[in-house]
């Protein structure tokens, strides 16, 4: 079993009613390999950062048994900053800054160990990129995307291209709404399940998740936390639990992605604890299970 991640790894600057960050650790595929590695390690990173990324946040993720060897490290360019400001419900977002920086002229290039990779993870970039780094890798067992309303909107026609060779995208209900041009989310998971991923999972925040699969469909509640300071990065940590849990299990049955998604909502749950990978960055398995059986207690009946 093996996994690889790309995604962005960034400088936020986050903004909400709790407090402000600034230039802190971020990024897609940060937050995915850092919550896919409490269930697999090593985990496969491919990504960039310039000459400003900070020593010890490379250090960090090598703690983690993060495999850097697909790294790039572009000494004379500046990592990408997004600058994002929440509202008082934390439910809404405004990107202030999207500054791809190095981004912008990255040629992701997979390391012949990487190759084989059978579960592939593609965090938040360009659909072109994530294109790029799957036509790279020798036959994977599952591939799982996530995107957002910037790619939606400026780059459809190559997001819709890449969904074809997909099996599972994560995206939230605006985005779903959005991608789909359909109001109803059940119309909208159609649709985008005929686009290509047999698997749509459609984040609604404090509502929790759906999953769909062919003809299954499973409604994740979300946990209930009574102090949210920082939601920047849970739907990538929810991203990074599920394909960890899936990798680590190497069972892509209906029921254990049940259980994969609620592995996703407990490592998101902890994320938004509090700032960046603040909350997360020294989880423990006990943490961990003790709230995926959390979650059970909470949403489980009997029918008599
Ligand atoms: P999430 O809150 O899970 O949607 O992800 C937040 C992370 O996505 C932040 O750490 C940002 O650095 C990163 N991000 C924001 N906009 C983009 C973008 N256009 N491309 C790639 N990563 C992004």
Redesign the pocket.
């Known amino acids: 079993m093996s996994l690889l991640v790309v995604?962005?790894l960034?400088?936020?600057t986050?903004e909400t009613p709790f407090g402000r960050a600034i230039k802190t650790l971020?990024?897609?595929a940060?937050?995915i390999s850092v919550s896919a590695s409490y269930f697999i390690q090593p985990v496969r990173l491919v990504g960039v950062v310039g000459g400003d990324f900070p020593k010890e946040d490379i250090e960090f993720l090598k703690d983690k048994d993060i495999d850097l060897e697909g790294l790039q490290i572009i000494e004379d360019g500046k990592t990408?900053?997004?600058h994002?400001k929440y509202s008082f419900d934390l439910n809404n977002?405004d990107?202030i800054v999207?500054d791809?920086n190095v981004?912008a002229d990255f040629d992701p290039i997979v390391p012949d160990s990487f190759k084989r990779s059978s579960y592939v993870c593609l965090?938040?970039?360009?659909p072109e990129l994530q294109k790029k780094v799957l036509l790279q890798i020798e036959k994977p067992k599952f591939v799982v995307a996530?995107t957002?309303n910037?790619?939606i909107q400026n780059k459809n026609d190559e997001l819709i291209d890449m969904l074809q060779l997909v099996d599972a995208l994560i995206i939230?209900d605006s985005e779903a709404r959005e991608l789909s041009h359909e109001a109803n989310l059940i119309r909208a998971a159609k649709k985008i399940q005929g686009f290509g991923p047999k698997t749509l999972i459609i984040k609604k925040g404090e509502h929790g998740a759906l999953l769909f699969t062919d003809n299954e469909l499973f409604m994740a509640p979300a946990y209930p936390l009574e102090s949210i300071y920082d939601?920047?990065?849970?739907?990538?940590?929810?991203?990074g639990g599920f394909i960890g849990h899936l990798a680590k299990t190497e069972d892509l049955s209906y029921e254990n992605m049940k259980r994969a998604v609620i592995y996703g909502s407990s490592i998101a749950s902890f994320t938004v604890e509090k700032f960046s990978l603040e909350r997360i960055k020294d989880l423990t398995p006990i943490e961990i299970k003790g709230r995926f059986n959390e979650f059970k207690r909470f949403s489980e009946f009997t029918s008599i």
């Open positions: 995604g962005s960034a400088l936020d986050i971020g990024g897609s940060t937050y990408f900053h997004w994002g977002r990107s999207t791809l981004f965090g938040n970039i360009s996530d957002m910037f790619w939230n939601p920047t990065g849970a739907g990538d940590s929810f991203a």
